[in-house]
């Protein structure tokens, strides 16, 4: 009696299960049927093309490259069950950026939310739409220029730091580097002296560092993605445990600025961030906690989640900028010579420690910005950008069907030799007024584009050429043996990072022979 009930049970259990297959599979047919229309690898039931993205994050990064490279724009991949299509074509890529159906950000980016929240880099758009309209004052013209005498004496401690590798062997540059963009947000974006670089403290980078590859990993393996399986994973724990560590050096920076603004005695000191002319300045987070102290704008959860993810674009991006821009450099000694004869134009013999970066110099290192612009042609943070698509959406000739995502390959756009001649080469003076006015404007998209794009462009500019300024004034960069650009290995955490650490050998410039400056007193 017991045994036929039992398979009756069973019966029904399997029944349902199909149902629900079914049912799951018809409300799905539409996706089938757009995605049949596009070339595309081919694909497994149920775990669609995860095969192929098996491996370390350099594996999956390269696959991505072959994907781009083997299909035409659009193509579709499978993810489990969640449909993409990747995009490499200008003109799609700008219709993409453009529109309000694609303004949400892929649901893969929601592993970033037990670190970030909903910031303004992970947010929905209902909340993004309000807060970056609230944040976008604090990256005015007048706050930047406040701050470079920051960039300058962050930049110089970093000099003083290296100064013991001076005609060493190589080195890895990534620490000096990471930690000296740690101390410039937390003082700029903050106002709070992390002194990360003279105490040698790296565990806020290397929490940061880990928490970027748990979720990155998290977004290829399939059977990570379900919260109840990933809970009991050895993953979990590690991220729990950075996660930790990361939310209190938030938490410990606000309660400090909370403090200050109710003036009490132990926190006078860090109240005081004053320009060099002892103007008061404005920063970041005094103006995202006036708003929340005024009209409740936002909660103490939301004003953590915003300091996380300016922490991290302040940091870990222009970091990485950074470190490929003085890998170019060293490798390229002929333009390393050329950025050196503007800065010596600019300084002349003046010393370093007298003539430290001013707003106005960084106007005139025009050569300098453009060899970071083709650093980050190369190299760019957000190598791929992933969004959701919302309405079905004619992006010239296909139609993307709501439900799937769009990926959007950066990183090809940036080394299409349809718009890039010798693509692998590095050359500056691709970003010479009259070269940018021929390309097509949607070629280049480091910071990517649209209403969505970065905040802190400007601010990441200034803060790159007031660093390599600095370092290039002081040192000469040397590569023993440089490795042609096309055969750097790459890998992606969330971020573009070099899969090897970026080595370099340093010698103290010599001045005596400097011309006279230009620099205007």
């Known amino acids: 009696m017991v045994l036929p009930l039992t398979l009756s049970l069973i019966t029904i259990g399997v029944l349902c299960g199909f149902v629900a297959l079914f049912l799951y599979h018809w409300k799905r047919l539409r996706l089938y049927r757009a995605a049949a229309k596009f070339p595309g690898p081919p694909a497994y039931p149920i775990i669609g093309n995860s095969l192929i993205f098996i491996g370390s994050t350099a594996d999956i990064f390269k696959k991505i490259i072959e994907l781009l490279d083997a299909y035409p724009s659009p193509f579709r991949a499978w993810l489990g069950g969640r449909l993409f299509f990747a995009v490499h074509d200008p003109d799609q890529a700008k219709a993409i950026f453009l529109s309000p159906k694609t303004l949400e950000k892929e649901d893969l980016y929601k592993f970033a939310?037990?670190?970030?929240?909903?910031?303004?880099?992970?947010?929905?758009?209902?909340?993004?739409r309000i807060h970056r309209k609230l944040i976008m004052p604090t990256f005015n013209q007048k706050i930047l220029e406040s701050f470079v005498d920051i960039f300058a004496n962050q930049s110089m401690i970093m000099v003083r730091e290296m100064e013991v590798e001076v005609d060493g062997k190589e080195f890895g540059i990534f620490k000096y580097v990471s930690l000296c963009t740690l101390d410039i947000i937390c003082e700029t974006a903050m106002g709070i002296s992390m002194k990360a670089q003279t105490d040698n403290d790296c565990v806020y980078v290397d929490s940061a560092t880990r928490m970027f590859e748990l979720i990155l990993t998290r977004m290829f393996k399939i059977w990570l993605h379900p919260d109840i399986i990933f809970k009991f994973t050895r993953l979990a724990k590690e991220q729990r445990q950075c996660i930790k560590y990361l939310h209190n050096v938030t938490n410990n920076v606000i309660q400090k600025k909370k403090a200050a603004l109710s003036g009490t005695e132990d926190s006078q000191d860090n109240n005081k961030e004053n320009t060099q002319d002892g103007l008061r300045?404005?920063?970041?987070?005094?103006?995202?906690?006036?708003?929340?102290?005024?009209?409740?704008?936002?909660?103490?959860?939301?004003?953590?989640?915003?300091?996380?993810?300016?922490?991290?674009?302040?940091?870990d991006t222009t970091a990485t900028v950074n470190c490929f821009a003085m890998l170019m450099l060293a490798s390229f000694p002929e333009v390393q010579e050329k950025v050196y004869q503007e800065l010596l134009d600019i300084y002349g013999p003046d010393d370093i420690e007298t003539a430290l970066v001013r707003n106005e110099d960084l106007q005139r290192m025009e050569y300098l910005e453009r060899v970071i612009k083709e650093t980050l042609r190369l190299f760019p943070v957000g190598p791929i950008l992933v969004r959701r698509v919302t309405q079905d959406f004619d992006i010239g000739g296909h139609i993307l069907p709501e439900g799937s995502s769009v990926v959007l390959g950066v990183i090809k756009l940036h080394r299409n030799e349809d718009y890039w001649p010798d693509p692998f080469k590095f050359d500056p003076d691709r970003f010479l007024p009259e070269e940018v006015a021929k390309r097509h404007p949607y070629c280049w998209v480091p910071f990517s584009a649209g209403p969505r794009n970065c905040l802190g462009l400007k601010y990441a500019m200034m803060a790159m050429k007031a660093l390599l300024s600095t370092v290039l004034r002081n040192y000469k960069l040397i590569k023993d043996n440089p490795v042609p650009v096309k055969d750097i290995q790459l890998k992606l955490d969330v971020v573009l990072k070099a899969a090897k650490p970026v080595t370099m050998r340093i010698e103290r410039r010599n001045r005596k022979h400097h011309t006279n400056s230009n620099r205007e007193l």
Do not use: Q, Y
């Not at 939310?113 to 880099?121: K, N, Q, S, Y």
């Not at 103006?287 to 004003?303: A, I, P, Q, R, V």
């Open 281 to 315: 300045r404005k920063i970041f987070l005094d103006m995202l906690m006036e708003l929340s102290h005024e009209g409740t704008k936002f909660t103490d959860e939301e004003l953590r989640e915003e300091v996380d993810t300016m922490m991290i674009a302040g940091n």
């Open 113 to 128: 939310r037990p670190w970030l929240g909903t910031g303004i880099f992970t947010a929905p758009v209902t909340k993004w």
